[in-house]
């Protein structure tokens, strides 16, 4: 045998040797870092997990799958390495005890094509602190959680009893009833005006709205989130949803156009208004965050949330009080007795209708709209129970295992106000009621949610009764769709004048 070709099978053995150690040696260094990591099952190469979960239920199997690792583990979801949170006390240990370590954002895949880690929602660092800390202020600067926004709230009312009456007992689907209404509130805020309720660019933009949340609560919307880095690239129903979120782009940027040929820098009119002043102030700080690219994603954030979460809650409350007439008939006693028929319900008028109270807290913790929370992100290294989280690593605190969690609420598989009513029928409040998330990302804007939450149902129960087209006992209120979101049934309703 020539000398040659010794040598190259002694130089193929040793690279053999090299790479196996190599392969060896990562696996080891991932079963180490792993060792440290929460307990989870054991990923297969490319697609991790994903035979182990139901990606049309996601809510549902990764609770499952706690009942094996216990509430805090770790899952694959395709490249996606996320710890998991399950239950009352591990997400309040996390999101409240450990605040600034979990205070980070992670992926949401369909909306992170359009933001891009841009916007006060899924920015991360110095972006999300500055941008968040304005958005609060400049949102109660324009009377979010005072008067002034309940009477905004009242004047949207107005509108929405009239296009109700024009029902005329008829069944129809609330859907588009209700987004034009919350929608209109937050665009009074943002922009400055309202919309009349047939003008065609407000309805295609809550199409739009609709469509991309719902793409979100489908399972197609759940493989997407997994494989986002391939898919993005390939048809199917995603690209109808990156077409709708970017045609809403289009519209901020439009908006805020007109705003900047307009503006006067002493009489902000809106949200855009002032955060064009602030990026004035700020063009010479080389750390602001105050741009242009901001300012699009953040308006939109904010328009998103607050069209889509309390009408889809409103929305899916109305399915339940068809199927429970009962529940309905408490709160027109309340009302009746408390607001009476000849002026418009308040504010104030909420601690003296317990009943109704509870009503909407049990809207929001069964209907239970965003199951996964929107998910974290740990800032550094993070001890947590034991265990160690690298830095970076995504977290999915499971707001629905929480609203679900049976050591919290007596009955959490049924829809039941006594979970919020002490025995003596007032209002209770429950540390498990989580629907606007906890810590240092909660929703900020719980209290605009609250009172419209609270004024829009009161206002159409004092004047209509609901009744269902179909028998309440054949009324299916589990959700349609579970993914990112939670979403009901498609139904019909009649509302008729009392």
């Known amino acids: ?44 190469p490319l697609i991790g997990n994903l035979l182990q979960v139901d990606i049309s239920n996601m809510r549902k199997s990764l609770m499952k799958i706690s009942e094996r690792y216990g509430p805090v583990y770790t899952i694959h979801l395709g490249p996606r390495r996320v710890v998991v949170l399950c239950g009352y006390q591990a997400v309040k240990e996390a999101l409240l005890d450990q605040a600034e370590e979990f205070s980070g954002r992670g992926e949401q895949a369909t909306f992170d094509w359009i933001f891009q880690g841009y916007g006060v929602a899924f920015s991360n660092g110095e972006r999300a602190k500055q941008l968040r800390r ?14 002034s926004i309940e009477e905004r709230i009242l004047e949207e009312t107005h509108f929405l009893l009239e296009a109700l009456r024009g029902t005329k007992g008829l069944p129809f689907d609330p859907t588009y009833f209700l987004s034009r209404t919350v929608s209109n509130v937050i665009s009074s805020i943002v922009f400055g005006d309202r919309f009349d309720y047939e003008d065609k660019e407000f309805l295609s ?17 759940q493989l997407y989130d997994m494989f986002s880095g391939t898919m993005r690239y390939l048809p199917g129903p995603q690209q109808k949803a990156f077409k709708q979120l970017a045609g809403l782009e289009q519209f901020i940027k439009r908006k805020v156009k007109v705003n900047q040929e307009t503006l006067d820098s002493n009489a902000p009119r809106d949200f855009i208004d002032s955060f ?57 006693e309340e009302i009746d007795r408390v607001i009476g028929r000849n002026r418009a319900p308040n504010m104030e008028d909420r601690s003296r209708m317990p009943y109704t109270d509870a009503v909407i807290h049990e ?47 007596s009955s959490p598989e049924t829809f039941d106000p006594r979970h919020f009513l002490d025995s003596n029928g007032q209002f209770k409040k429950s540390d498990a009621f989580v629907p606007f998330s906890l810590g240092k990302r909660y929703c900020f804007g719980e209290m605009l949610a609250v009172m419209e939450h609270f004024l829009f149902l009161t206002s159409i129960l004092q004047n209509f009764s609901f009744r269902s087209p179909v028998d309440p006992k054949d009324i299916d209120i589990s959700p349609k769709l579970v993914g990112f979101a939670a979403l009901p049934h498609s139904y019909e309703i009649c509302l008729i004048p009392r």
């Open 1 to 44: 045998k020539p000398p040659a070709m010794d040598l190259l099978g002694t130089i193929t053995l040793f690279l053999v040797i090299c790479l196996s150690c190599l392969i060896l040696l990562s696996t080891w260094r991932q079963m180490e870092k792993r060792g440290k990591m929460p307990p989870g099952p054991i990923p297969l």
């Open 134 to 147: 304005f958005s609060i202020t400049t949102l109660r600067n324009f009377g979010v959680g005072k008067r």
């Open 205 to 221: 933009l809550l199409y739009m709205i609709t469509e991309s949340f719902r793409f979100t609560a489908t399972a197609w919307g």
């Open 276 to 332: 064009l002043i602030k990026m004035q102030q700020e063009k010479e700080n080389p750390s602001s965050e105050f741009s242009l690219k901001n300012i699009v994603m953040t308006t939109l954030n904010i328009f998103f949330a607050g069209t889509e979460t309390v009408s889809t809650t409103l929305r899916y409350g109305f399915l339940i009080l068809l199927k429970y007439p009962e529940i309905e008939a408490k709160i027109h």
């Open 363 to 409: 809207f929001q913790r069964f209907c239970d709209i965003i199951p996964m929370g929107l998910a974290r992100r740990v800032m550094q290294d993070t001890q947590f129970r034991g265990y160690t989280i690298p830095k970076g690593t995504e977290v999915f605190p499971m707001l629905g295992s929480v609203h679900y969690d049976p050591t919290q609420f």
